[in-house]
Each structure stands twice: as structure tokens, then as C-alpha cells.
């Protein structure tokens, strides 16, 4: 019989070893090619691309039409500290892919883990009205994203008015053609 054990562990076998707490024998059976992997929250560039990965694995597996993270999402992804590393952003990810009914998973969707004050440096005392913009810009924002910058198409992606979607650009200080030049050098 010809096989390959993979280990893996979140504590030092060797400080185990050293405490009496690990077989000796075992871990020099086990310890042949020792590789180690750094936390995920020491790894940030890793975030997105696994974020991005487990969402298309979970929108195929429970047959929805996601396409992506919105920006606030992916910035809320990047600030948390991610102790359960990679399983946990797993786990995040599929509950955001369950409950989400749109095209984008956006702050709401994710675990209320990541949206407390302490993990996010979330401001917890918006007001209604405070909070209803936020949430109104961050829409905007993806709609201009999708239309490359195109106020028209994204009012008509948003089935409200031009002029609507001019006075809320204006009033949030947005500007469209950051979006065309950010598409177009894709």
C-alpha cells in the first residue's frame, strides 16, 4: 500500500512534544516535510481571491446568480481578523451566498460577526437617515460600477429616473467618470 498523510494543526507540535502532550513517535513519523502556513489575517492579499472563489463554489452549489462582493463588503472582509483563517471566511461566504437574493452580496449579507463596531470600526450610531445613505450611495456606487460610469444605463439599472440618479451623484459627491476609466483599464 502506497499513501501520503497530510497533518495539519493551529498548535506547535514541537511545544507539545516539549510538554509531554505529542508522541515522539508519531511526530517523527509525521514530520517529514514540514510546511507552514501564515494566518490568514497575515496574509490580506489572500482574502479577496478566496473571497472570490468560495462565492462562485456556493453560487454554483446552491444554484444562484451571484457575481460578486460589493466594495464595502470587501473592504469589511479586509478589516476583520479572521481567527478561524480560511474556514472561517468559507463559512462567511456561504452564509452570504444562503442569504443573499441579489446579483451582489453586499454589508448586510455577511455574518453580524464582521459587522460589530469592534471588528469593523463600523459607526454604530448612525442615525436612520445616516444609515439609509450609506446604503443608498453604496447602490449608486455599484450601479455606476456595472454601467462603467453611464448615469443613464445606471438609472435604468436602478429603474429610476436620470435626473434622480444626477442629484443623488451630486449630493454624495460620487464621480462617474472614475468608473469609466477604472472599467476601461480593465
Not at 442569504?99 to 460589530?116: A, F, G
Not at 445613505?133 to 456606487?141: N, T
Request: aromatic share 10%; charged share 30%.
Amino acid at each position: 500500500m502506497d499513501t501520503r498523510l497530510i497533518c495539519a494543526t493551529n498548535r506547535s507540535l514541537e511545544e507539545l512534544l516539549a510538554a509531554g502532550k505529542f508522541r515522539k513517535d508519531l511526530f517523527y513519523r509525521i514530520n517529514v516535510f514540514p510546511v507552514y502556513v501564515q494566518p490568514l489575517r497575515e496574509r490580506r492579499e489572500d482574502i479577496l481571491p478566496l473571497a472570490e472563489h468560495f462565492l462562485h463554489l456556493f453560487a454554483q452549489e446552491y444554484g444562484k446568480q451571484i457575481k460578486r462582493i460589493s466594495t464595502p463588503a470587501l473592504d469589511l472582509l479586509n478589516q476583520y481578523h479572521w481567527p478561524g483563517n480560511a474556514r472561517e471566511l468559507r463559512n462567511c461566504i456561504e452564509r452570504a451566498v444562503l442569504v443573499c437574493t441579489e446579483e451582489v452580496i453586499r454589508t448586510y449579507h455577511l455574518s453580524p460577526t464582521l459587522q460589530t463596531a469592534e471588528s469593523s470600526a463600523t459607526d454604530t450610531n448612525l442615525s436612520f437617515g445616516e444609515a439609509v445613505a450609506k446604503f443608498e450611495q453604496e447602490i449608486i456606487v455599484d450601479a455606476l460600477k456595472k454601467a462603467r460610469g453611464n448615469m443613464l444605463q445606471a438609472a435604468r439599472d436602478l429603474r429610476i429616473s436620470y435626473r434622480i440618479v444626477n442629484y443623488k451623484i451630486k449630493k454624495y459627491g460620487i464621480d462617474p467618470k472614475k468608473f469609466a476609466m477604472r472599467s476601461a483599464g480593465k
